[in-house]
């Protein structure tokens, strides 16, 4: 097995490990099983339970694909500890990187509209134009996104120039969308908090 398969299989056993640890916390039970058996038990269970001749984890892949580095990474910080997830940006500069980055990008990106012309998603296969924006944002963002997130985009960096994904595109490196529309939801979450107060 190469490493872009061993990264799909395991990424989807960490997103549903992620997904009983926060089924666990909104019960109240986080407390009621080790944290190791939270991790080590889904994620087996996926990787090993077989349906039909394929293990779970390959169904999984199939239905929702492979997350990026940054989501698991994000995962894997949920799951060491939810508190070690790294902060979103101040809600003023969440809600601006939701209208004029995040929502563009979800769009370009993954719904493409017929009234585009270009295809941004074809950029990544020539990464020097993402990796320039993606530089730049970090300069303009290091102060107030924090280290973990460049931290995070860094880790991406390094996994895509190692081949570690199935994609030869850097934006599924970077972003997918579960980690757009989540970036989204707390950006208007941070709008609408500003609105109420």
């Known amino acids: 097995m190469n490493v872009p398969a061993m990264y799909g299989l395991v990424a989807q056993g ?14 109240g039970r986080a407390s009621a099983a080790p944290r190791a058996a939270e991790l080590w038990l889904p994620l087996l269970l996926v990787l090993l339970a077989p349906v039909e001749g394929v293990s779970l984890a390959g169904h ?45 990008l979800h769009f370009t990106l993954f719904l493409p509209m017929p009234m585009v012309t270009w295809d941004l998603y074809a950029l990544g296969l020539e990464p020097w134009p993402v990796l320039a924006a993606v530089a730049m944002a970090a300069i303009m963002l ?42 989204a939801f707390a950006g208007f979450t941070g709008i609408w908090t500003s609105l109420h107060r």
Do not use: K, Q
Request: hydrophobic share 60%; with cysteine; net charge positive.
């Open 14 to 27: 960490v997103i549903v490990a992620a997904l009983v640890r926060a089924l666990r916390l909104s019960l």
């Open 142 to 183: 290091r102060h107030r996104a924090g280290g973990p997130w460049t931290a995070l985009v860094g880790m991406a960096l390094l996994a895509y120039a190692l081949g570690v994904m199935e994609s030869d595109n850097l934006w599924d490196y970077l972003v997918d969308p579960v980690l757009l529309l989540a970036i």
């Open 60 to 104: 999984l892949r199939g239905l929702w694909g492979d997350p990026s580095v940054v989501s698991l990474g994000a995962l894997l910080l949920f799951l060491r500890r939810p508190a070690a997830l790294p902060a979103w940006p101040h809600r003023y500069t969440c809600a601006l990187l939701t209208l004029l980055v995040t929502l563009p």
